[in-house]
């Protein structure tokens, strides 16, 4: 079966650091991808791991582990603007298609002053 | 090119109404995806084309659904007699190879609303 599980909500202070979790079981892989997205708008790309490790992108990091199907999304020095969902997506092969997202249900991450 | 764009961004129809929805993906872009998303879920994936052709269509799609791509760019989604449960946000994105991957781009979104 494809599962792809990761907290429904989170709180978070202005100024700190928060880890999104993001647990998988899917058919292949071929990367995972993180989205943020506000609400009522489109999911906007943050980042790609194929590799185990760390990748960082400013503010932004995303660990992979492949081998516990595990991911990690940290966001640092938190500011209002990143409340938002925050979508873990796996591209597997299914069949003969590959490429194809397989989304979570998404954490909403809301940040307090 | 500004990005992945969708009309209308939102449709009310009654039920046992058809509706059609358009996607203008980024420009060259050979691949273009449909998905759906409900609230508090997170997008579900519908079909998919590379250039004009339909490569995959997911079980989530009833015969009601149909999506065509007739020149290889923009697409389009229709859903006939609709259905209170096929309100929801419908979903494009594009993209082409970056790498080793496709790194996908969304549009706004049309939100469906059946009464």
């Known amino acids: 079966g494809q599962n792809i599980d990761q907290p429904t909500e989170m709180t978070a202070t202005e100024g700190a650091i928060v880890q999104i979790n993001c647990t998988y079981q899917?058919?292949?892989?071929?990367?995972l991808f993180w989205y943020q997205q506000h609400a009522g708008e489109a999911p906007t790309f943050l980042s790609y791991?194929?590799?185990?490790g760390l990748e960082e992108k400013g503010r932004f990091s995303s660990f992979l582990s492949r081998s516990k199907g595990y991911s990690y999304l940290l966001l640092k020095e938190l500011q209002m603007k990143d409340s938002a969902s925050y979508l873990c997506a796996v591209e597997g092969v299914y069949g003969g298609a590959t490429n194809k997202l397989i989304f979570g249900t998404g954490t909403l991450l809301a940040v307090q002053p | 090119d500004t990005g992945v764009s969708q009309n209308p961004r939102h449709k009310i129809t009654k039920r046992g109404q058809n509706v059609t929805f358009r996607c203008d993906p980024i420009?060259?872009?050979?691949?273009l995806y449909w998905y759906r998303q409900t609230l508090g879920q997170g997008p579900e994936f519908l079909t998919y084309?590379?250039?004009?052709?339909?490569?995959?269509k997911s079980r989530l799609l009833s015969d009601r659904f149909s999506a065509e791509r007739p020149k290889g760019s923009f697409s389009t989604l229709e859903i006939q007699r609709t259905e209170q449960g096929d309100s929801a946000m419908y979903l494009c994105?594009?993209?082409?190879?970056?790498?080793?991957?496709?790194?996908?781009?969304f549009g706004p979104g049309t939100r469906l609303t059946v009464t």
């Open positions: 899917t058919s292949g892989f071929n990367g």
């Open positions: 084309f590379q250039n004009e052709a339909q490569l995959e």
């Open positions: 791991n194929v590799l185990d």
């Open positions: 994105a594009s993209s082409e190879p970056t790498g080793s991957t496709y790194e996908q781009y």
């Open positions: 420009s060259e872009h050979n691949r």
